[in-house]
Nanobody, 120 residues
Framework: QVQLMESGGDLVQTGGSLRLSCVVS????????MGWYRQAPGKQRELVAV???????NYADSVKGRFTISRGNAKNTVFLQMNSLKPEDTAVYYC??????????????WGQGTQVTVSS
Protein backbone atom coordinates (compact mmCIF):
# COMPACT_ATOMS: atom_id res chain seq x y z
CA GLN A 1 0.00 0.00 0.00
CA VAL A 2 1.37 3.39 -0.99
CA GLN A 3 1.42 6.20 1.54
CA LEU A 4 2.45 9.85 1.33
CA MET A 5 3.31 11.52 4.60
CA GLU A 6 3.66 15.32 4.77
CA SER A 7 5.27 17.30 7.56
CA GLY A 8 6.49 20.80 8.27
CA GLY A 9 3.30 22.82 8.41
CA ASP A 10 3.11 25.41 11.14
CA LEU A 11 2.00 28.88 12.21
CA VAL A 12 4.42 31.56 11.02
CA GLN A 13 4.43 35.35 10.77
CA THR A 14 4.34 37.27 7.50
CA GLY A 15 7.77 37.22 5.90
CA GLY A 16 8.76 34.00 7.59
CA SER A 17 9.85 30.68 6.11
CA LEU A 18 8.78 27.06 6.29
CA ARG A 19 10.01 23.84 4.71
CA LEU A 20 7.50 21.15 3.90
CA SER A 21 8.52 17.53 3.40
CA CYS A 22 6.72 14.58 1.86
CA VAL A 23 7.92 10.99 2.00
CA VAL A 24 6.50 8.20 -0.17
CA SER A 25 6.47 4.68 1.22
CA UNK A 26 5.08 1.34 0.12
CA UNK A 27 5.33 -0.92 -2.89
CA UNK A 28 6.41 1.26 -5.78
CA UNK A 29 8.28 0.69 -9.01
CA UNK A 30 8.96 4.30 -9.88
CA UNK A 31 7.83 7.80 -9.04
CA UNK A 32 7.33 10.23 -11.89
CA UNK A 33 6.20 13.79 -11.17
CA MET A 34 5.77 14.98 -7.60
CA GLY A 35 4.08 18.15 -6.56
CA TRP A 36 2.50 20.33 -3.93
CA TYR A 37 -1.04 21.63 -4.02
CA ARG A 38 -2.90 23.81 -1.54
CA GLN A 39 -6.47 24.46 -0.59
CA ALA A 40 -7.60 27.50 1.35
CA PRO A 41 -10.99 27.64 3.10
CA GLY A 42 -13.78 28.13 0.59
CA LYS A 43 -11.45 27.78 -2.40
CA GLN A 44 -10.56 25.03 -4.84
CA ARG A 45 -7.39 23.05 -4.55
CA GLU A 46 -4.66 24.63 -6.67
CA LEU A 47 -1.26 23.64 -7.94
CA VAL A 48 1.65 25.27 -6.10
CA ALA A 49 4.67 23.57 -7.65
CA VAL A 50 5.59 20.40 -9.49
CA UNK A 51 8.87 18.63 -10.24
CA UNK A 52 9.41 15.83 -12.75
CA UNK A 53 11.65 12.80 -12.33
CA UNK A 54 14.25 14.64 -14.41
CA UNK A 55 14.14 17.70 -12.20
CA UNK A 56 12.11 20.06 -14.35
CA UNK A 57 9.99 22.38 -12.24
CA ASN A 58 6.91 24.51 -12.66
CA TYR A 59 5.37 27.00 -10.24
CA ALA A 60 2.15 28.89 -9.78
CA ASP A 61 2.66 32.55 -10.62
CA SER A 62 1.71 33.53 -7.07
CA VAL A 63 4.70 31.68 -5.56
CA LYS A 64 7.41 32.18 -8.19
CA GLY A 65 10.56 33.59 -6.66
CA ARG A 66 9.45 32.71 -3.13
CA PHE A 67 8.95 28.92 -3.14
CA THR A 68 11.35 26.22 -4.28
CA ILE A 69 10.45 22.59 -4.91
CA SER A 70 13.11 19.88 -4.82
CA ARG A 71 13.45 16.12 -4.56
CA GLY A 72 15.62 14.20 -2.19
CA ASN A 73 18.51 12.01 -3.25
CA ALA A 74 16.42 8.91 -2.61
CA LYS A 75 13.81 10.25 -5.10
CA ASN A 76 10.94 9.22 -2.83
CA THR A 77 10.96 12.54 -1.02
CA VAL A 78 9.87 15.98 -2.13
CA PHE A 79 10.40 19.29 -0.36
CA LEU A 80 8.85 22.72 -0.62
CA GLN A 81 10.93 25.59 0.72
CA MET A 82 8.64 28.54 1.31
CA ASN A 83 10.15 31.97 1.91
CA SER A 84 8.64 35.44 2.27
CA LEU A 85 5.35 33.92 3.32
CA LYS A 86 2.19 35.98 3.03
CA PRO A 87 -1.21 35.62 4.72
CA GLU A 88 -2.66 34.52 1.38
CA ASP A 89 -0.38 31.47 1.49
CA THR A 90 -2.47 30.16 4.38
CA ALA A 91 -3.92 26.80 3.35
CA VAL A 92 -3.72 23.07 3.77
CA TYR A 93 -0.81 21.88 1.63
CA TYR A 94 -1.08 18.48 -0.03
CA CYS A 95 1.64 16.33 -1.51
CA UNK A 96 0.90 14.56 -4.78
CA UNK A 97 2.92 11.88 -6.55
CA UNK A 98 2.48 10.03 -9.84
CA UNK A 99 3.49 6.49 -8.93
CA UNK A 100 3.94 3.34 -10.97
CA UNK A 101 3.48 0.15 -8.97
CA UNK A 102 5.15 -3.23 -9.53
CA UNK A 103 2.04 -4.45 -11.36
CA UNK A 104 0.09 -1.25 -11.95
CA UNK A 105 0.21 1.71 -14.30
CA UNK A 106 0.78 5.28 -13.18
CA UNK A 107 -1.65 6.56 -10.57
CA UNK A 108 -1.82 9.83 -8.66
CA UNK A 109 -1.62 9.52 -4.89
CA TRP A 110 -2.31 12.21 -2.28
CA GLY A 111 -1.13 12.83 1.22
CA GLN A 112 -3.39 13.85 4.09
CA GLY A 113 -2.25 17.46 4.06
CA THR A 114 -0.36 19.75 6.42
CA GLN A 115 -1.67 23.09 7.66
CA VAL A 116 0.27 26.27 6.92
CA THR A 117 -0.97 29.42 8.61
CA VAL A 118 0.63 32.80 8.01
CA SER A 119 -0.35 35.53 10.46
CA SER A 120 -0.36 39.19 9.49
Amino acid sequence: QVQLMESGGDLVQTGGSLRLSCVVSGRIFSINAMGWYRQAPGKQRELVAVITSRGSTNYADSVKGRFTISRGNAKNTVFLQMNSLKPEDTAVYYCNAAIVGPLTSEFAYWGQGTQVTVSS
